[in-house]
């Protein structure tokens, strides 16, 4: 049985144990941005191949659908590639969202990833730190979070500005310079009153991270 373990308080959950059929990939259609890099990645049929460590590769299932990405570098300083997979009604409005962002410092920028501040849980036995929170206002111009829902309106969809996410982050190495930071969204009005192990057990159930070779 596939677990997902909340260390932080201590929590055990079980966890969807039947892999899921992989999400159907979608025509890319990327806004025009002056600061907008070829993607270095492509999912085939919901799984993205990495080198991020012994994290090799990460796939999204089905009910997600994967509808593009878009690479940039973010805030002058890092490069940021963002794959996006959402759930969305008929009038395709955004209920659920995986935000994978592979992102690195680029080589001309000192500095590390610090996660220390968050919680630790685990998923398929890789540790990830977590954060949880809550969206009530539009997101920041130039964020990367702005850049995720930019992507997602030109694409015909609409994200709610009412949103609640867990926010799961992997640190392939030491000094930090890499990281693949995974962010589950729920437009939900419930979801931020519930316990974080619910939202937390959801956000795991279409997810698989691996290593080269595994489901």
């Known amino acids: 049985m596939r677990l997902f373990r909340l260390l932080a308080p201590s929590l055990l959950l079980a966890c969807n144990s039947d892999p899921a059929p992989r999400a159907t990939v979608s025509a890319d ?3 025009v941005h002056a600061d907008t890099l070829p993607m270095r990645r492509r999912p085939a049929n919901g799984v993205l191949a990495l080198d991020a460590g012994k994290l090799r590769q990460l796939g999204v299932g089905a009910p997600f659908v994967y509808v ?12 940021a590639e963002q794959h996006l997979f959402v759930v969305a009604d008929s009038a395709r409005v955004v209920e659920r969202l995986y935000w994978i962002q592979l992102e690195e410092y680029l ?3 000192t ?8 919680s630790v849980v685990t998923v398929d036995g890789f540790t990830l730190a977590a954060n949880f929170r809550t969206y009530t206002t539009p997101a920041d111009p130039g964020s990367d979070r702005a850049r995720a829902f930019d992507y997602l309106k030109a694409r015909g969809y609409t ?9 799961l982050v992997w640190l392939p190495e030491s000094p930090a310079r890499r990281e693949v930071m ?9 979801a931020s009153a519930e316990p974080h192990g619910t939202f937390l057990s959801r956000a795991a159930d279409a997810l698989t991270l691996g290593t080269s070779g595994s489901r």
């Open 159 to 167: 994200v709610p500005q009412g949103a609640t996410r867990v926010r």
């Open 111 to 118: 500095g590390a990833y610090d996660y220390g501040a968050d």
């Open 68 to 79: 593009g990405g878009t690479r940039f570098i973010l805030g002058g300083s890092a490069d």
């Open 182 to 190: 995974i962010v589950y969204l729920e437009g939900a009005r419930g």
């Open 107 to 109: 080589p001309s920028e």
């Open 29 to 31: 259609t990327t806004p």
